[in-house]
T-cell receptor, first 114, second 112 residues
């Protein structure tokens, strides 16, 4: 089974801190994604990556950056955390860009910024 | 850009009731369509998919048909169970852009 693992289920950070959210997948997928999930807003794409060292902005990249130094690992970075970044963060991966491409999700990291 | 609109929730049904969750989309190009389900405390997982017009996706008693003429992909189940209580997301995958667009999610609660 494909497994997407996010390093933390719950995080509490202070305003202004630099925050790292880590995601690892074990199925050699090319594509990886970071979403945030907020009530009434569904899933919104922050950043995605098609390959090592490649990154693309999603719909809401402001305040975030990403790093993909290895194929299996995709990190989301909050350079200076703010309270409006309190949210559920979901990482996903997918194997290719064909029409039947489904995304495999991690369990999510609930981040609270105080 | 691409967008997905799904029926607002929450939806509350009694066990064995019929379920419909509406989903419509707008997209550049010819997307694939998906329904994902999120059980409490978990990430999303694929429920079913359809990759071309008139395809019917099905899984665990759930069905949805890709209707290109009405740009819709409504989710149905004939008899829901308490264990179907979850949040359901409709999504499209744009092959050209290489990314998915999700609806806002519909929370379903099934009461015994």
């Amino acid at each position: 089974d494909v497994k997407v693992t996010q390093s933390s289920r719950y995080l509490v950070k202070r305003t202004g801190e630099k925050v790292f959210l880590e995601c690892v997948q074990d199925m050699d997928h090319e594509n990886m994604f970071w979403y945030r999930q907020d009530p009434g807003l569904g899933l919104r794409l922050i950043y995605f990556s098609y390959d090592v060292k490649m990154k693309e902005k999603g719909d809401i990249p402001e305040g975030y950056s990403v790093s993909r130094e290895k194929k299996e690992r995709f990190s989301l970075i909050l350079e200076s955390a703010s309270t409006n970044q309190t949210s559920m963060y979901l990482c996903a991966s997918s194997p290719h860009r064909g029409r039947d491409t489904e995304a495999f999700f991690g369990q999510g990291t609930r981040l609270t910024v105080v | 850009g691409d967008s997905v609109t799904q029926m607002e929730g929450p939806v509350t049904l009694s066990e064995e009731a019929f379920l419909t969750i509406n989903c419509t989309y707008t997209a550049t190009g010819y997307p694939s369509l998906f329904w994902y389900v999120q059980y409490p405390g978990e990430g999303l997982q694929l429920l079913l998919k359809a990759t071309k017009a008139d395809d019917k996706g099905s899984n665990k008693g759930f069905e949805a048909t890709y209707r290109k003429e009405t740009t819709s992909f409504h989710l149905e189940k004939g008899s829901v169970q308490v264990s179907d209580s979850a949040v359901y997301f409709c999504a499209l995958y744009n092959t050209n852009a290489g990314k998915s667009t999700f609806g806002d999610g519909t929370t379903l609660t099934v009461k015994p």
